[in-house]
């Protein structure tokens, strides 16, 4: 596996939420971590309105929060999809800004209820995982602004739900089935890239069941709303199995809307690959599937958390047979928990795990990815192979929470 470079975008002033500001002060962060993608790859996750600086060289960026954009049709004879699809679902995204005693960022994010639950990143409401202790705002596609809470997150899977309390009825996202979903489907993405709000993005379906892997961002238990960090207390890494799409997509974009045709939500934005030293989209852009993002926003909106599945299996590559091979072909597993999942649906040490709920598996991080997206006690199928022969069994899994 090569190495990846999580880069952050902060300005260095404490944010002021949605006030109009003269061209902001921006810093570059870079940190690497184990990846997933060949070659030198950036992955940006970042909430911020800024752009990175490479090779000594950066690129400012003016703050547009005062100009508002909606939809605009000039010519009814020649609308698309796109823009058909845009005009229903850009009043339910929003731009979110998010503030703390040392600084703060820009994301977006999409209207769950009437009511006013939002979701978003969780990295977008931690600052990358710094603190937990911020000022939220949203901003609507028609420029009203609007204080908001954070209701709860799920760092497991880079989500987050906050509340708008405003007396108001606002315009929630239409979801779609992110399982029905075929490699080539159009999708379009709104939000808020480098503050932009309400830009429109169009590309397609580049890949599904695409594995990532990125620092968590769960914010410090103990927070003290100090100094930016860029990494929770115990460095620890989330596996994040998203949709692969070419739409344009940069920072201020986490948090935002992937579309169908139809203007419904397919995904929630929340990072993008970038070759090494550049800041932009290059057309690797990733986004949450809409069916993991719906069940973990209801399970925040009822009890604060959500669940994830736990199979109780350490895994690791299964390299295939040709030693020189860089591939894996599956998951190993190489120690089970007593009285766990794996080993009461009868998984024995030495398997090789291939496919999660038929679900191409190749590799620990794809597994866990997959895993860790179910609620607990899920019940899911396992193909596997086992002294050569293939063999599929069932599985109801653990609650990752208890381990």
Not at 84 to 106: D, E, F, L, Q, R
Not at 159 to 174: C, E, N, R, W, Y
Not at 263 to 268: F, K, M, V
Not at 316 to 334: E, P, Q, T
Request: charge should be neutral; hydrophobic fraction near 40%; charged fraction near 15%.
């Amino acid at each position: 596996m090569s190495d990846y470079n999580r880069q952050f975008l902060f300005e260095t002033k404490p944010a002021q939420g949605f006030s109009p500001a003269k061209k902001p002060t921006l810093r570059q962060r870079l940190s690497q971590r184990a990846g997933l993608l060949t070659g030198s790859l950036v992955l940006i996750i970042g909430a911020s309105l800024g752009a990175a600086i490479g090779a000594g060289v950066g690129i400012g960026v003016y703050n547009y929060w005062t100009r508002p954009a909606p939809v605009v049709v000039n010519n009814a004879d020649s609308v698309t999809w796109v823009t058909a699809a845009a005009a229903k679902a850009s009043p339910s995204v929003a731009t979110i800004s998010v503030s703390s005693s040392s600084g703060g960022g820009n994301g977006s994010g999409v209207f769950l209820t009437a009511d006013g639950y939002l979701l978003t990143n969780t990295h977008v409401v931690t600052l990358d995982g710094a603190t937990s202790a911020v000022k939220v705002e949203v901003k609507t596609y028609d420029g009203h602004i609007y204080p908001a809470k954070v209701v709860g997150t799920d760092p497991t899977n880079d989500l987050a739900v906050i509340k708008v309390s405003a007396g108001i009825q606002f315009t929630p996202i239409d979801f779609a089935d992110s399982n029905a979903l075929n490699v080539g489907d159009a999708t379009l993405a709104i939000g808020a890239p480098l503050g932009l709000s309400n830009t429109v993005t169009k590309g397609i379906v580049s890949a599904l069941n695409r594995t990532i892997q990125v620092a968590s961002a769960a914010a410090p238990d103990n927070s003290s709303g100090g100094g930016l960090q860029f990494y929770n207390g115990s460095g620890e890494s989330i596996n994040l199995r998203v949709i692969q799409t070419d739409a344009a997509i940069n920072p201020g974009n986490s948090g935002g809307a992937l579309l169908n045709q139809q203007g419904q939500l397919i995904g929630i934005n929340v990072a993008i690959a970038n070759a090494g030293g550049t800041s932009g989209s290059i057309g690797v852009g990733f986004a949450i599937p809409s069916n993991v993002a719906k069940r973990i926003a209801e399970e925040i909106m009822s009890t604060g958390s959500a669940s994830h599945g736990l199979l109780g299996a350490m895994v690791s590559d299964s390299a295939n047979s040709d030693a020189a091979a860089s591939f894996s072909v599956g998951a190993k597993v190489l120690k089970l928990t007593a009285g766990g999942a794996a080993e009461k649906a009868g998984v024995l040490e030495g398997d090789i795990i291939t496919k999660f709920n038929g679900v191409a598996i190749n590799s620990a991080s794809e597994l866990t990815a997959a895993v860790r997206q179910e609620k607990a006690g899920s019940k899911a199928t396992l193909d596997l192979i086992r002294d050569g022969k293939s063999v599929t069994l069932n599985v109801v899994l653990g609650d990752a929470g208890n381990q």
